[in-house]
């Protein structure tokens, strides 16, 4: 039988420490455990898409699931990123976790291949049928076969393990259409949204929480964000959803991902590390002046000092007293040459 217990809130996708030798920081990561929990989020998603699951090797996938099980101690449900190279290795995957007491696994659709939706509805039917744990579907289309609103809810009536859905593609009328489709048979099933930039607006059409890559870095506002919303105060909410897309947007489009949210990690105390994909000299510049704009978006927010020489207050390049002059005396002789000074 599955749990009776509807995923909700915010599980935070865990990013992963790693030590000089670039292997999985064990103190820090638990550590970070202790941190999330203790800022209020819901629930924790080791080895997702942030937590840079495909480059891991399948034992270290495990571990990090061991070690966060482990340092949570039941205090918030785990929803443990159990996605393989084939089915079989999934299952396994599925099995192990549910010995460590998770509370559900998520699965992305196969990934690589790019397969029909009936390849994909028969990928997750197999699970369905041998999985000992619930499972929740994963549908990133950016990187994976998407799993259509037809699929989902073939799957959701068929398989009783299958218990939520986890979307990151930000789009709306999509969840809108799933949850409307699959909600009057299956109550229970959760829907989770994996986009940021869109966490109030979908959590207003129905979503019951999401796995959420700011709430790894400012837990303490995607929190407050997810409470304002069901509270409804949204003229509240409106402005802390604005402030959380400008930190989102800075993280995840001025680098490669996720190490816009690696270094904003840093910012708050901890040390991941250098990622397991190698950067160029260029990045690694651009990631240097990434850090510091990140740095000043989260000072604004009171989560950490200004960097050295502080923060400018406007986008707009300095400005050069010469070429202002310059400038001036170029109009005024132009309006002169028309009798106009």
Known sequence: ???????????????????????????????????????????LYPNGSTGEFTRFTVEERRRIIAIVADQTQGRVPILAGAAEANVKETIRACEYYHSLGVRAVAIVAPFYYKLSPASVYAYFAEIGRNTPIDVTLYNIPLFASPIDVATVQRLSENFERIVAIKDSSGDIPHMI??????????????????????LMPLLLIGCDGGTNATSGVVPEVTRKLFDLTLAGR????????????????????????????????????????????PLSPEQ??????????????????GFTDQPVGGC???SAPPVNPTEVSAIVQSVLAELKRHGLA
């Open 284 to 301: 690694q510049a651009d990631l240097s002046t990434l850090s510091r704009t990140i740095q000043c978006l989260l000072s604004e927010q």
């Open 234 to 277: 949204l003229e509240e909410a409106r402005r802390v959803q604005y402030d959380l897309v400008t930190l989102f947007d800075t993280m995840i489009y001025s680098a490669e991902f996720p190490e816009g949210f690696r270094a904003a990690v840093e910012l708050r105390g901890f040390r991941m590390g250098v990622g397991r994909q």
């Open 177 to 198: 259409r799933m949850i409307k489709a699959v909600r009057p048979n299956r109550p229970e099933f959760s829907f989770l949204t994996g986009w940021d930039a869109a």
């Open 1 to 43: 039988m599955t749990s009776s217990t509807r995923l909700t809130g915010i599980f935070t996708p865990n990013l992963v420490p790693l030590d000089a030798q670039g292997d999985i920081h064990e103190a820090e990561l638990r550590r970070y455990v202790d941190w999330l929990i203790a800022r209020g989020v819901h629930g």
């Open 312 to 314: 400018s207050t406007s």
